[in-house]
């Protein structure tokens, strides 16, 4: 079974703050890791995904298999990033297997 | 199509009516996924299509719940006898095939089909 926590519904950043939106998994294989973030009043899309490594409008993710975790990081909090934040992750071994989402966090930077 | 279409955006329903949401995935797509997103529940995975294997339908709540995929290409969610606890946004999803080689298991979402059960 593969299981994705984000223990905070609601996140409140002032602008310029660094920001860390948790996410915690459980899954038994070699997992992949995503983060996917709906912007208010638009479609869910990818934000970043584990493999890449890479930095998506300042967010960086680090996968952490000993903790299970994939928090997501930004050291500058900027007021366009309020949105909805989910965390997902899908196994690697499988051909074709479902992407387990979390509950999400909302996140909010006030100016 | 360009991106992932879903219809209608916004369905109104009496509790005990039958409800379809359609899925236009994007041309060449063969993984359909259907999801639920609730007001604090997050998104909760419904169903799951690859090309010709048989479906994935451990996440349909319920037997009211079926969803079919013609040609593979076009899916359509079928809710039965609606309940007010249906009520939600309906999110399909697809992606390309070769997840294992590219390790690109990126989903690709429409602006989904928000039903309310009166």
């Known amino acids: 079974a593969q299981r994705v926590t984000q223990p905070e519904k609601l996140l409140s950043v002032f602008k310029g703050a660094p920001v860390e939106l948790k996410c915690n998994y459980s899954y038994s294989g070699s997992p992949e890791l995503f983060w996917y973030v709906q912007y208010s009043r638009q479609r869910l899309q990818l934000l970043l995904r584990?493999?890449s490594r890479e930095s998506i409008k300042g967010f960086t993710a680090d996968l952490n298999k000993g903790e299970t975790s994939f928090h997501l990081k930004k050291p500058f909090a900027q007021e366009e990033d309020s949105a909805m934040y989910y965390c997902a992750l899908s196994g690697r071994e499988t051909s074709g297997s479902r992407l387990t989402f979390g509950e999400g966090t909302q996140l909010t930077v006030n100016p | 199509g360009a991106g992932v279409s879903q219809s209608p955006s916004n369905k109104v329903t009496e509790k005990g009516k039958d409800v379809e949401l359609r899925c236009d995935p994007i041309?060449?797509?063969?993984?359909l996924y259907w999801y639920r997103q609730s007001l604090g529940q997050g998104l909760e995975f419904l169903i799951y299509?690859?090309?010709?294997?048989?479906?994935?339908k451990s996440g349909l709540p319920s037997d009211r719940f079926s969803a079919e995929r013609t040609g593979g290409s076009v899916s359509t969610l079928t809710i039965q006898r609606t309940q007010q606890e249906d009520s939600a946004v309906y999110l399909c999803?697809?992606?390309?095939?070769?997840?294992?080689?590219?390790?690109?298991?990126?989903?690709?979402f429409g602006a989904g089909s928000r039903l309310t059960v009166l």
């Open positions: 999803a697809s992606r390309p095939r070769d997840r294992l080689r590219t390790g690109a298991n990126v989903l690709t």
């Open positions: 299509f690859q090309g010709n294997s048989a479906p994935d």
């Open positions: 041309s060449g797509h063969t993984a």
């Open positions: 584990h493999i």
